[in-house]
């Protein structure tokens, strides 16, 4: 099994919303509304997509034998509520067949090591409070829970656990 991480190339903007959009089915489909994951396109996600890769500074696929099969995407701290922590894990997505064989944790590492050489540490990632899944993954990353937050997806809003990196 050949893992590599590289920084994201506009080339890729279709896998990365095939994963978006596969991401968002597998991992909230008993979470989110079944209206708002209809609305998820790949062809929506393609803009989506094209403006992450060209804005952010970090954006990192992850590839199985030179396919992509997952991404991560960080920068510089969004909330004012978390200030203090100077940079922020945006997302990580992974297709859920290439789940727990380590990529989720090359794509992460590497996204920590990225940003921590910008000065952006400590770092913080944002986790629904519903997503077991990925709480375990974050807190066996070595992460601390500092807070909570609130998130509107769709017509909902959800509670987000915020973990912190240092």
Not at 41 to 61: A, C, G
Not at 71 to 92: L, P, T
Request: aromatic letters at 12%.
């Amino acid at each position: 099994m050949d893992l590599n991480v590289r920084p994201a190339r506009l080339d890729d903007v279709h896998d990365l919303a095939r994963i978006l959009v596969a991401g968002w089915h597998s991992t909230y489909k008993n979470i989110v509304s079944k209206s708002f994951l209809e609305r998820l396109t790949i062809e929506k996600s393609v803009e989506r997509m094209k403006k992450n890769v060209s804005d952010l500074d970090y954006f990192f696929v992850l590839e199985l034998n030179n396919d992509v099969i997952g991404f991560s995407a960080g920068g510089k701290q969004r909330s004012d509520e978390f200030a203090e922590y100077k940079g922020e894990v945006y997302s990580i997505y992974l297709y859920e067949e290439f789940q727990g064989l380590g990529g989720g944790k090359f794509l992460f590492n590497t996204m920590l090591k990225s940003l921590r050489e910008e000065q952006m540490d400590p770092i913080t990632v944002a986790v629904l409070s519903q997503n077991t899944p990925a709480i375990k993954f974050y807190e066996k990353m070595g992460g601390e829970c500092i807070g909570k937050d609130q998130i509107q997806i769709g017509d909902d809003f959800f509670e987000e656990l915020i973990y912190a990196y240092k």
